[in-house]
């Protein structure tokens, strides 16, 4: 069976680089009816918040991205406490004790010399009495994974055949100084308890993978089969990581981007798939094909979810959107009618209200200079409310026939004294729901 994992950082919201991961792992779980489970990777005591973490299960029930179960990283530290055991025993774990400012000096050091800035493994050569000496003097050092120096190969599910020469890696630190059990450890305890079978996770990535392959194969678990999105750039290609921040799943809710609509794009974009419109899960889940994916960075436009939105609204029927119905407290009995004629004229649920507002109370009138006169001859000749069907054709009919307009030059000065806007819903449809005409007081 299929056992993927979405694995955030409750740290902060997600956005829709995360989401891409989240709807991947979510997508290929549950087309070969798998478990998808929603890990949170909160081992970092201070910047873990269980606000973020009600946050992350909101944004993912709003998209209908249900997991199978929910496990905490936090919650499972003996377990990474007997890995850690497990790896001091078979000579793979080592402990250092260099200051930050020491690694960053030796790097600087490698880099002019035209090297690649890889940790020297100096603390391989520490005798017991130096690191008691050390540890005397800085406390606990930090533990690093003592990294095989052969070449770690994978076959990617979207990047193909992968090979990394380890030498050109740095042994990972897997625990901090402070005790605190990092990611790279923590994730790969997981991965092989909790029997995932297939990891898809962004490309910046892939380094971690080549030593968690590692890891994982030292520790004695099944490696899993590993997948590499390609990451968002923006529009212009442009870097995204700052923008993130601005591109959080609940300010698109926010901004009225449609749950169907984002999925659709986002189970779309990057590959060699068109982008469609799914109506449901089911659908996303039946279309979705992982090694149509390419690796180069995916452009993402913030503005082409809301085309996508305004599809999705068009084609809804009126019990869809009864909560925005209630919420604006439009009568039972004119419900269908407004509907008909208001969904094709929005583009997120927000416009519903637009043109409710003009139902019941009427628009302000704009009414050009140039046709005033003609105006207040034609508002001398509007029938009473209730309009019907028919008012609109009668009603511009007795106009033309008085005045001699017609065309642009009859329909337009009309509409945007109806109205007080040039767009909108065909006339006929929308006469009959107007309760109060402006212009005529
Ligand atoms: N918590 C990690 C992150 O958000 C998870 C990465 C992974 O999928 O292994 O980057």
């Not at 299960?57 to 003996?78: H, P, Y």
Request: with cysteine.
């Amino acid at each position: 069976m299929t056992v993927t994992r979405f694995a955030p950082s409750p740290t902060g919201y997600l956005h829709v680089g995360n989401l891409r991961t989240a709807l991947f792992n979510y997508l290929i779980a549950k087309k070969t009816g798998g478990q998808f489970i929603l890990r949170l990777d909160d081992t970092d005591p201070e910047r873990s918040k269980p606000e973020y973490a009600d946050a992350i299960k909101q944004d993912l029930e709003w998209l209908g991205i249900e997991w199978d179960r929910v496990e905490t990283q936090s919650s499972r530290l003996e377990r990474y406490a007997m890995a850690a055991d497990k790896l001091r025993e078979i000579g793979r774990f080592y402990e250092a004790f260099e200051t930050p400012t020491e690694l960053d000096l030796k790097r600087k050091k490698q880099l002019n010399m035209g090297k690649p800035p890889v940790y020297d493994r100096a603390a391989l050569d520490l005798s017991n009495a130096e690191k008691d000496a050390l540890r005397a003097e800085r406390g606990s050092g930090v533990w690093r994974f003592k990294l095989d120096h052969a070449r770690i190969s994978w076959t990617d599910g979207i990047l193909g055949e992968i090979s990394i020469d380890a030498a050109s890696v740095s042994d990972p630190v897997l625990i901090r100084g402070d005790g605190q059990v990092l990611y790279t450890i923590a994730s790969v305890v997981d991965d092989t308890e909790m029997g995932i079978t297939h990891v898809v996770r962004g490309s910046d990535h892939v380094t971690n993978t080549a030593t968690q392959i590692q890891i994982i194969e030292a520790l004695g678990g099944t490696v899993p089969n590993f997948a590499h999105h390609s990451l968002l750039t923006g529009p212009q290609g442009e870097a995204l990581s700052k923008r993130l921040g601005t591109l959080a799943l609940r300010d698109l809710r926010e901004n009225g981007v449609e749950p169907l609509a984002l999925l659709s794009h986002m189970a779309r974009i990057g590959s060699s798939d068109p982008i469609e419109l799914r109506a449901n899960m089911a659908e996303l889940i039946e279309g979705f094909d992982l090694s149509r994916f390419g690796s180069a960075p995916t452009k993402f436009d913030v503005d082409d979810l809301y085309p996508l939105t305004a599809k999705h609204l068009h084609g809804l029927d009126v019990s869809a959107v009864a909560p925005d119905l209630d919420a604006l407290a439009i009568p039972q009995e004119q419900r269908e009618a407004f509907w008909n004629v208001a969904r094709d004229n929005i583009t997120t649920r927000r416009d519903i209200e637009t043109w409710w507002l003009l139902c019941r109370d009427g628009a302000e009138p704009v009414i050009d200079d140039a046709d005033k006169d003609f105006v207040a001859d034609a508002l001398g000749l509007l029938p009473d409310t209730p309009f019907d069907a028919d008012s609109w054709s009668n009603w511009t009919a007795a106009v033309k026939e008085k005045t001699g307009r017609k065309g642009r030059g009859l329909f337009m000065p009309l509409r945007k004294a109806l109205t007080g806007m040039s767009h909108g819903p065909d006339m006929s449809q929308l006469m009959p729901l107007l309760r109060v005409i402006r212009a005529k007081t």
